[in-house]
């Protein structure tokens, strides 16, 4: 059964950070593109950072470069979103996604809300 379980979502001040966990299983996540997507409320979903599967290439959105780091420890199958410097607008529920192909996996998802 395949899994992708995030956590470390929560309320943060702005200025402030967070790191936010995908722990996978069910699949061979070291083959897997892993990815963060992000929805805010009444905005389509967004891809904020991507990470390759082999040689770890980066890539992330225009919004979050120099304050967003992927990173994957694929002995632990786990990706991981360093967030820092976070701003009001990077509220919104942040999902993984593993990606192999045409096969997607995705997560349930995680809230971060950036509030004073």
């Known amino acids: 059964q395949v899994q992708l379980v995030e956590s470390g979502g929560g309320l943060v001040q702005p200025g402030g950070s967070l790191r936010l966990s995908c722990a996978a299983s069910?699949?061979?996540?070291?083959?897997?593109?892993m990815s963060w997507y992000r929805q805010a409320p009444g905005k389509e979903r967004e891809l904020v950072a991507k990470?390759?599967?082999?040689?770890?290439?980066?890539n992330y959105a225009d919004s979050v470069k120099g304050r967003f780091t992927i990173s994957r420890d694929n002995a632990k199958n786990t990706v991981y979103l360093q967030m820092n410097s976070l701003k009001r607008e990077d509220t919104a529920v942040y999902y993984c996604?593993?990606?192999?192909?045409?096969?997607?996996?995705w997560g349930q998802g995680t809230q971060v809300t950036v509030s004073s």
């Open positions: 996604n593993a990606k192999l192909s045409l096969i997607d996996y």
């Open positions: 990470m390759t599967s082999i040689g770890g290439s980066t």
């Open positions: 069910g699949f061979a996540f070291s083959t897997y593109a």
